[in-house]
């Protein structure tokens, strides 16, 4: 006879789990749904975001009151989670006083989920300094002093658990906005150094690629083309990247690290 997990044994379950994630200010974002997802598995939430970052983009969701409102929602649905102060990560000491200010909510904090980006599209010849540097300083520095803080601040005998997120650039060109993908590349070479570095620390690692995301950044023809380049006929989802999200730091996913996992629904390119 075959038996499953009861109701007090849920591999899913992350109950007792402290985690933040960065990149939380539109309500068509990402970030959104992992917080929700996260939240409503039980987990305690801390949520970070730049919203300046986010208006200066013109994207129409942008509001610099939206995590608050998350929280209001969050609330409505029996469960919580706790808002930093919005800051920009590409200033001197601010991933890791991210970092500091989420262990503070709640001791430590053993999960980490790095959804920031920073991303504007620039092909060869119109690239500057600033423009890379831009892109390198918010995705790959800033990640890479936030992952150190974590693994600083996480207790000794604890779990931990950080999950990057990449693009497609590893799977064919982006040539329109080479700077980002350039920096999306770097971090899946941080997770695969991460999760040996980290090992021994008992802390995973791993990276999503979530594929093209209907987050409303785009319209139009150009929206229904790259519709139909899946096989469903519609974009990726935030919900499917939370899901995901929420499956690398359940228990379920114990035996997983230094991997990276595109779920991109079949898209085609």
Not at 9 to 29: E, F, M
Not at 84 to 100: A, Y
Not at 226 to 249: C, N, T, Y
Request: hydrophobic share 40%; glycine share 10%; charged share 15%.
């Amino acid at each position: 006879m075959i038996t499953f997990s009861n109701a007090n044994n849920q591999p899913l379950d992350l109950n007792g789990k402290s985690i933040l994630v960065t990149g939380v200010s539109r309500s068509k974002g990402i970030g959104r749904s992992i917080t929700e997802t996260l939240a409503m598995a039980g987990a305690n939430v801390v949520v970070h975001g730049y919203s300046d970052y986010d208006q200066a983009l013109a994207y129409p969701d942008a509001d610099g009151a939206y995590s608050h409102q998350l929280e209001k929602v969050c609330a409505q649905k029996g469960c919580s989670i706790t808002v930093l102060e919005p800051s920009d990560l590409s200033k001197d000491q601010m991933p890791e006083k991210v970092i500091e200010a989420a262990g503070e909510a709640f001791g430590y904090i053993d999960g980490l989920v790095l959804n920031h980006a920073y991303s504007t599209h620039a092909p060869i010849g119109e690239w500057t300094a600033e423009h890379i540097d831009a892109h390198l300083n918010v995705n790959v520095r800033a990640a890479m002093l936030m992952v150190q803080a974590f693994a600083n601040q996480l207790p000794q005998g604890k779990q931990g658990v950080i999950t990057l997120f990449t693009s497609g650039q590893y799977l064919g060109p982006m040539i329109e906005e080479m700077a980002y993908a350039v920096s999306k590349e770097a971090l899946i070479g941080l997770c695969k150094q991460l999760a040996v570095a980290l090992a021994d620390q008992n802390i995973r690692v791993n990276c999503i690629n979530p594929g093209p995301t209907d987050t409303g950044y785009l319209e139009g023809v150009a929206y229904e083309a790259i519709a139909q380049m899946f096989p469903s006929g519609r974009w990726g989802k935030p919900e499917d990247a939370a899901r995901l999200v929420h499956f690398l730091h359940s228990d379920y996913a114990n035996w997983i690290t230094g991997q990276v996992i595109a779920s991109e629904g079949g898209f085609k390119r």
